[in-house]
């Protein structure tokens, strides 16, 4: 299992992909948009239980998630945890979803790597915070119209070596300026 694999305590793998870990939560954000308005419940988002809407029979069995947190050896915050509940009823609908909506986008890949560059989320104060970075909401809207963030392996290693670049490059600046 992905998420058993994943950095949950690894700080520095959550600082050096900071920059993607925001896109994957943007786009997170985005996939959610998207289900929440094709299944019409607009004001249950960002984060709402996915698999109970599309199917209120849906039961998530409380053992993969003490399973998981036997595997990372410790329990996750309750950001985290609403998150991977709500990915564990999803996975139990199997095919069904992309029988209804064969074009959409899996709604949690984008957080299943987002936990595997670096940890955990946690809620702020209408944004998504994780280590090195925070992420606002928006409105649905907006989240709704962003371009989709192409997330496979090499487009993240891109983005995040980009921000080494520019990080960098801002320190060696500030360095070179004479002491005022």
Do not use: C
Not at 82 to 102: H, I, N, Q, Y
Not at 128 to 155: C, N, T
């Amino acid at each position: 299992m992905r998420l058993v694999a994943a950095n949950w305590d690894d700080d520095a793998a959550a600082l050096r992909h900071a920059a993607s870990r925001g896109l994957l939560a943007a786009e997170y954000l985005r996939r959610m948009a998207v289900w929440a308005d094709a299944l019409a419940v607009p004001e249950k988002w960002p984060f709402f239980d996915l698999a109970v809407t599309f199917d209120p029979s849906v039961e998530t069995d409380p053992v993969w998630m003490q399973r998981l947190e036997a595997g990372i050896g410790h329990r996750l915050g309750t950001m985290s945890t609403k998150v991977v509940t709500d990915m564990f009823g999803w996975a139990s609908l199997g095919d069904r979803t992309k029988e209804r909506f064969p074009t959409f986008e899996d709604p949690y890949e984008p957080m299943v790597q987002l936990f595997e560059r670096g940890g955990e989320i946690w809620p702020g104060h209408r944004e998504i915070e994780f280590y090195g970075g925070s992420l606002p909401f928006r409105g649905i809207a907006e989240r709704m119209a962003q371009v989709p963030f192409e997330i496979d392996a090499v487009s993240l290693v891109k983005v995040d070596e980009e921000e080494r670049v520019r990080a960098e490059q801002s320190r060696a600046r500030r360095a070179a300026k004479p002491a005022e």
